[in-house]
């Protein structure tokens, strides 16, 4: 399994920024998809993750009422909508697939990991 992240850029705080993931190559038929972040200096941190039907989601309390995971399994796209942007948002930004059922917080349960893409707020 591949996965291409893109999207990531400069922005200033207060702005919007979606990121977009696409998974290729041999998925199963479900699986779950989830965004980690890691800062300069610091470990890698969940911020959100979505099940396979799109129905149940889970955030990060850092990014909660700010950022919208979503997918399209049509595309086999996962979206990361990032609102209110702030400077401790800076990171570079990690889409992963897990073929648990389950939705996990836990990077070790994922599977499958993109390259990332930074993103960076500063004014």
């Known amino acids: 399994v591949q996965l291409q992240a893109s999207g990531g850029g400069l922005m200033q705080p207060g702005d919007s920024l979606r990121l977009s993931c696409a998974a290729s190559?041999?998925?199963?038929?479900?699986?779950?998809m989830g965004w980690f972040r890691q800062a300069p200096g610091k470990e890698r941190e969940f911020v959100a993750a979505i099940s396979w039907s799109g129905g149940s989601t889970v955030y990060a309390d850092s990014v909660k009422g700010r950022f919208t995971i979503s997918r399209d399994n049509a595309k086999t796209t996962v979206y990361l909508q990032m609102n209110n942007l702030k400077p401790e948002d800076t990171a570079v930004y990690y889409c992963?697939?897990?073929?648990?059922?389950?939705?996990?917080?836990?990077?070790?349960?994922?599977?499958?990991w993109g390259q990332g893409t930074l993103v960076t707020v500063s004014s």
């Open positions: 190559g041999r998925t199963r038929t479900r699986y779950m």
């Open positions: 992963a697939v897990s073929n648990r059922v389950i939705i996990t917080t836990t990077a070790q349960f994922y599977d499958y």
